[in-house]
């Protein structure tokens, strides 16, 4: 057990990871990291309040004892080593996606648990059509966002993607340093040799010279006019359990067509959506176009590729991140 803590021993600046809550996101986020956490946050300092990226976007939110959100919830506590004089420059980079309102990233979470979901199995055929139904679904939900919310100049984040991006925004002496991350962790993986769903499309691509396996959207316009599976985010993930349990003989290597075509669309529209203000963009962009021209792909396939090393889980925020010294928890 961790060092008992009490809110008075928190600064400004600590980054709080909190133990899961029994709805199902919170518990997938556990089994696809291998973790027992699922959410974090970063301590404002400001009568125990916290900065959070929480749906649908970047907000304040007061922590107390009870808090009927967090109740008998874990929170451990992590600090930055070697702790600087002051940790305002990490507080003003999230002050200003509190201003800006930066949205929650839905679409990032589910994309992050099907590249997770991919490396613990191999999956069966039924896997692969419920990941078609949940592509395309990602794929309308990311056009209506464009069109209610007429943002397309923010680019979302999850919680411990928008944690990571924070220090990382305040200067060198801030950024965190992940370490065997859980997405780069191989001992996930099926088989060493095991090919992510993306990298079997990019390699279809490259043999493609026909450039028949390229789809033909261009703006978030020609996405509006799709129409989502009509199973809601619920239904598709008991659907996606139940696939999981099926004993069905695992699929091959190839993947099939129509889940090959989801996936690009899919990384178009994420393409097509991110932010140009945004601190991070300047360096996915470009090695988005050193990774596009080196294999001769699309960019929209080498962002999302890119784009994968970019995720951080609350998981790499508790264990994985060198330069985090743990201090101890604080059970709400």
């Given amino acids: 057990m961790m060092n008992p803590l009490t809110f008075d021993q928190l600064k400004t600046g600590d980054i709080l990871i909190f133990s899961a809550a029994s709805d199902s996101t919170s518990q997938a986020i ?16 400001n009568q125990h309040s916290i900065i959070e990226q929480t749906p649908p976007m970047v907000r304040y939110y007061r922590l107390t004892l009870g808090d009927e959100r967090f109740r008998e919830r874990t929170m451990y506590v992590n600090r930055l080593k070697p702790h600087p004089d002051s940790m305002e420059p990490v507080i003003k980079a999230a002050t200003v996606y509190l201003n800006n309102k930066t949205p929650y990233a839905q679409s990032n979470l589910y994309l992050l648990g099907l590249i997770l979901l991919y490396k613990k199995i191999r999956p069966n055929t039924l896997v692969q059509q419920v990941m078609i139904k949940i592509y395309k679904k990602l794929i309308v939900e990311i056009s209506n966002y464009i069109s209610q919310h007429h943002t397309p100049e923010k680019t979302p984040m999850v919680c411990s993607d928008f944690i990571y991006q924070c ?75 139940e696939a999981l349990s099926e004993t069905e003989v695992m699929s091959s290597q190839d993947l099939e067509d129509e889940l090959a075509l989801a996936i690009q669309e899919f990384a178009q529209a994420t393409y097509l959506t991110q932010g140009t203000e945004d601190k991070a963009i300047p360096s996915l962009l470009a090695k988005t176009n ?35 010294m743990k201090l101890g928890s604080i059970i709400l």
Avoid: M
Avoid at 196 to 223: E, N
């Fill in 167 to 241: 220090f990382e925004d305040a200067g060198e002496a801030y950024k965190l340093k992940i370490r065997n991350g859980v997405l780069l962790n191989s001992t996930l993986s099926v088989t060493p040799d095991y090919l992510s769903p993306l990298d079997r499309v990019i390699d279809r691509v490259i043999k493609d010279s026909s450039g028949q396996c390229q789809p033909t959207l261009t703006s978030p316009r020609d996405l509006a006019i799709r129409q989502p599976p009509y199973e809601t985010a619920q239904e598709l993930g008991q659907e996606l359990i």
């Fill in 290 to 324: 050193e990774l596009s021209n080196e294999l001769n792909i699309p960019h929209y396939l080498s962002f999302l590729k890119v784009k994968e090393a970019f995720f951080v889980t609350p998981e790499d925020l508790l264990n994985n991140c060198e330069n985090l």
């Fill in 30 to 45: 556990l089994w696809l990291t291998n973790s027992n956490v699922s959410h974090a946050a970063i301590y404002d300092g």
